[in-house]
């Protein structure tokens, strides 16, 4: 017989024969915060807008920081609704829109330094 298997090995491993020890029961501790993150309120709003709408252009502009020319990525990026679950929605929202600028064949213009 094989050292580790049978009876034996399991005594020796096991004090008394009782087997293995159960970790107490901890209270359950959700993950997730109660309160939303930050700008949650205003992305909600922006899908609601039109693309070409100026409160969405100033929306793309102000809020997200992108030029204008890649609101049609952020309105698609802001459609597929990845960034409920993320933890940085707006850093969602602005890789998503980079991909799906991307696809659509849209040259983002140079960055825009604050």
């Not at 309160?35 to 992305?43: G, L, N, R, Y």
């Not at 502009?61 to 609704?81: D, F, H, L, T, W």
């Amino acid at each position: 017989m094989k050292p580790g298997k049978g009876s034996r090995a399991a005594a020796s491993r096991f004090a008394a024969n009782r087997g293995p020890t159960i970790p107490p029961v901890k209270d359950y501790v959700p993950g997730r915060r109660v309160q939303k993150p930050p700008f949650h309120a205003e992305i909600e709003a922006a899908s609601q807008m039109a693309q070409d709408s100026p409160e969405f252009l100033e929306f793309v502009e102000k809020i997200v920081n992108m030029p204008p020319q890649m609101a049609p990525g952020v309105m698609e990026a802001i459609r597929m609704q990845k960034w409920k679950i993320a933890p940085n929605p707006l850093a969602a929202i602005r890789t998503a829109a980079h991909q799906e600028a991307k696809r659509m064949g849209i040259e983002p213009g140079p960055a825009r330094v604050n």
